[in-house]
């Protein structure tokens, strides 16, 4: 893989209060090309973080994982794509009406903005496992749920999924080639695993295919994270 493609597949999670996400975002610029803020950076800065991330050059994964009727959730994704953000993430549990409905927002907004938001869907959160599924009326496997609701999302317009990387294989068997598929708990090798506990490398969820790794920790919260950035870049250079 190239350099840029490399740059162009890994997400940084900025996980932190404003100050130290602007902070990191101005040591990252340059070498990274995408950030992600969730909702708790977005819920306590508001569209101004988004804005300062694009202001400094970053692409924005926002992951809002939106999930109500499909009126509200229309208007959620236009607003959140006005924004500018590159990458949205919706709940495919909603139903396929509220998953076109998204399209139809961040469709919207791209109408009124240069560039497309594209979509992603939760299909199955890794914090749930069977007991938890059943205890909300679903009793499918869990694998098979994920593939349900991923099929779902992709007949309603969506863009990709984010799944484990122990699942990206199946899901490109299932999208197809040009499907976005996200995956967190990333680990480079010998890195410290968090609360993450179902990782692979960088290089093993491309391989497996990943079109774009989210890694937070491993990079914000190491001594220097642009040289563990670069260390990852590295990595991706040879699949
Ligand atoms: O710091 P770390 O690399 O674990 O950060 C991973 C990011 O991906 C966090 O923002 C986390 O919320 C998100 N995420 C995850 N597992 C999922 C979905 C999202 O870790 N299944």
């Not at 819920?43 to 009126?71: C, M, W």
């Not at 093993?204 to 937070?216: K, M, N, P, Q, T």
Request: with cysteine.
């Amino acid at each position: 893989m190239l350099d840029q493609e490399a740059r162009e597949r890994i997400i940084v999670a900025i996980d932190c209060g404003r100050d130290e996400a602007l902070s990191l975002a101005d040591r990252l610029s340059g070498h990274a090309v995408w950030l992600k803020v969730g909702m708790t950076l977005f819920y306590a800065e508001g569209p101004s973080i988004v804005q300062e991330f694009i202001n400094r050059g970053f692409k924005v994964f926002l992951d809002l994982k939106l999930h109500d009727i499909p009126h509200q959730v229309r208007g959620a994704a236009r607003s959140a794509s006005l924004t500018g953000a590159d990458l949205l993430t919706v709940h495919g549990m909603g139903s396929g009406a509220m998953l076109a409905a998204a399209r139809e927002g961040a469709d919207q907004a791209a109408q009124e903005r240069s560039s497309r938001t594209r979509l992603l869907a939760i299909t199955v959160l890794t914090s749930m496992n069977q007991d938890s599924l059943e205890e909300i009326g679903v009793s499918l496997p869990v694998a098979e749920e994920a593939a349900r609701l991923a099929g779902l999302a992709k007949a309603n317009g969506i863009d990709g999924v984010v799944c484990s990387p122990r699942e990206a294989a199946d899901m490109r068997k299932l999208l197809g080639p040009d499907a976005l598929i996200v995956t967190p708990g990333v680990r480079p090798a010998g890195s410290d695993l968090g609360d993450q506990s179902r990782v692979s490398t960088p290089a093993d969820a491309i391989a497996a295919g990943a079109s774009h790794l989210v890694i937070g920790r491993p990079i914000t919260a190491a001594e220097d994270p642009v040289a563990a950035y670069e260390a990852i870049v590295q990595e991706l250079l040879s699949v």
